[in-house]
């Protein structure tokens, strides 16, 4: 299946520890986003990659939170000195991107990763 | 972001057709609506999306109001696997905008 994929599925960390969430998007989809979900609620947007630029952050996105997409490939979303407020659903999707049509195209989610600071 | 309104829930009856609807008053001309759907413990899902025309795909329909103002997505014979928070969001920009969505329960 070449659906997005997200590593690792579960996460379980002592508050104050770093932790770093793999997202491998669909081959040939050029835009990534990165999204958080808390129970309840509907997915929060976070973060947007076109290729490897990152072109849009949300004020969600406070200075302990880094993605990069280096390559325009992978991703990783890094949570520094992780506060209990951090724990959530972290999800990654990815879209083909441009053309004329190009906010009519769906997005593909991958099961997300869910993180539990301690 | 254009705002959309949903019910909070909806229930119905398995093999029944299900209308879920949507209000986006403030939709722009460019705005497309896309629906998602999340079944529990699970990353959301495409449903449909249109511009202004109704939409039909293999899982659902999508009817868009002349003036665009509200859309409802039909389930035509809900099953079981159907029950799921669904998500009605006006696509105008990169990023997709969830609201609180409608949880949907099928009862059997």
């Known amino acids: 299946d070449t659906g997005v994929s997200q590593d690792p599925r579960h996460k379980i960390t002592k508050r104050g520890q770093n932790v770093t969430f793999r997202c491998d998007p669909i081959s040939e989809h050029n835009r990534l986003y990165w999204y958080r979900q808390t129970l309840g609620q509907g997915p929060e947007f976070l973060t947007y990659?076109?290729?490897?630029?990152?072109?849009?952050k949300s004020r969600l996105l406070s200075d302990r939170f880094s993605a990069e997409r280096p390559k325009g490939s992978f991703s990783t979303l890094e949570i520094q000195r992780t506060e209990q407020g951090d724990s959530a659903m972290y999800l990654c999707a990815s879209s083909p991107g441009g053309g004329r049509r190009k906010w009519g195209t769906e997005a593909f989610f991958g099961q997300g990763t869910r993180l539990t600071v301690v | 972001d254009a705002k959309t309104t949903q019910p909070n829930s909806m229930e119905s009856n398995e093999e029944e057709p299900v209308h879920l609807p949507c209000n986006h008053s403030t939709i722009s001309g460019t705005d497309y609506i896309h629906w998602y759907r999340q079944l529990p413990s699970q990353g959301p899902e495409y449903v449909i999306h249109g511009l202004t025309s109704n939409v039909n795909n293999r899982m659902a329909s999508l009817a868009i109001a002349e003036d665009r103002k509200s859309s409802t997505l039909i389930l035509h014979r809900a099953t079981l696997r159907d029950a799921a928070v669904y998500y009605c969001?006006?696509?105008?920009?990169?990023?997709?905008?969830f609201g609180q969505g409608t949880r949907l329960t099928i009862n059997p």
């Open positions: 990659f076109q290729n490897e630029a990152q072109l849009e």
């Open positions: 969001i006006l696509r105008g920009a990169q990023k997709l905008v």
